[in-house]
């Protein structure tokens, strides 16, 4: 199958397609304490559209998949739709991103499904501030969640950390996970999107920033070959069992090498996720378009994706209704 690349000669072969906009938490930078309106279950693509759209995405070229949300484990019929998105020849990769709460629950179906890679959202391992950052969360099952990863077989593990001045991480801790317990931790860069997003500069924390502090625990060597899909730096302490990773969507921005599209929930093709621009790909398939007929929309959109991020960042939705 040939290389899907765009206008500006970049390899496009990561979907990262979100399933729903609904959520279990409600982390402050991601929506209002209030919560968000939910899309009516009409609006939200079916999960044979679902699989429609993967079809051509892969048939167009793309070979890579995440499932976000909102939170992806409480869409009804996720394993089943793990097993039927695997089956899709020509997929190479199958990942899922997740707050890790519902893991338990679901990492030893979703395995034998056949997903391979997981991604979990933590940003603090203080129980206090964990409750107060994601408006009543438990510390406690998010990390049995990690257990449950781990325990299936699920590997990579990746921790995915959005540091913030405000939250006062303990950002040490973070890197002795990897010490202890064979995951990744990455840590992202906050930056300003969504409408729920108070970003200021005062709560950015460059990356640069973030591993000078790091390296008070130890040498941090560079660690070559990377088991990952995106722009991240991985690096290795000594001794440690994982990796630690560094993501700069703000000091150093990775434009150059983008690689995915994205699906939202409500079905919107977006080529970018600081872009406020999306394509309407649901009333295209409930107007009865085809496998083929979505090859040729997916290809034609993806010439619109730009060369740079734009000035402003996204506002017209959350970021739980982007999808993470």
């Known amino acids: 199958m040939a290389d899907l690349v765009d206008n500006h000669n970049r390899k496009i072969d990561y979907l990262r397609l979100s399933i729903t906009d609904r959520c279990n938490l409600r982390c402050i930078y991601c929506m209002p304490a ?13 999960l044979e559209e ?4 993967a079809r051509a995405a892969i048939g167009a070229g793309l070979s890579k998949i995440r499932l976000t949300g909102g939170e992806p484990l409480v869409r009804k ?3 089943g739709l793990v097993r039927s998105l695997v089956a899709i020849e ?33 940003d603090s391992l203080d129980e206090t501030a964990y409750a107060e950052l994601t408006r009543g969360g438990k510390l406690s099952e998010a ?9 299936a077989g699920l590997t990579p593990v990746k921790i995915n950390c959005v540091v913030a001045r405000s ?20 840590f992202i860069e906050y930056m300003p999107v969504g409408t729920c997003n108070q970003w200021s500069g005062d709560d950015y924390v460059a990356c ?24 991240a730096r991985y690096f290795r302490l000594e001794g440690a069992r994982g990796n630690i990773g560094f993501i700069t969507p703000q000091s150093s921005h990775f434009c150059a090498t983008c690689n995915r599209l994205r699906l939202t929930a409500d079905g919107r093709l977006k080529t970018c996720l600081f872009s406020d621009d ?20 997916i290809v034609k959109t993806l010439a619109t994706k730009p060369q740079e991020r734009p000035q402003e960042a996204a506002k017209s939705r959350s970021m739980s209704q982007i999808g993470g």
């Open 208 to 231: 640069e920033e973030i591993k000078s502090r790091l390296e008070e625990l130890g040498p941090l060597e560079p660690v070559e070959s990377a088991r990952g899909w995106g722009p």
């Open 278 to 297: 999306e394509v309407d790909i649901r009333s295209v398939i409930r107007a009865g378009a085809g496998e083929e007929e979505l090859k040729a929309l």
């Open 167 to 186: 939250l006062n991480q303990d950002l040490e801790a973070f890197a002795r996970l990897t010490v202890d317990m064979p995951v990744d931790v990455r």
């Open 77 to 79: 019929g996720i394993v």
């Open 50 to 53: 679902i699989e429609l759209v």
């Open 90 to 122: 020509g997929l190479k990769g199958m990942a899922l991103t997740t707050n890790g709460i519902l893991l338990p629950r679901y990492a030893e179906d979703l395995a034998e499904a056949g997903l391979k890679r997981v991604n979990i959202s933590l």
């Open 143 to 151: 990390l049995d969640g990690i257990r449950a990863a781990l325990e």
């Open 34 to 46: 209030e919560g968000v309106d939910w899309r009516p279950h009409d609006e939200i693509l079916t």
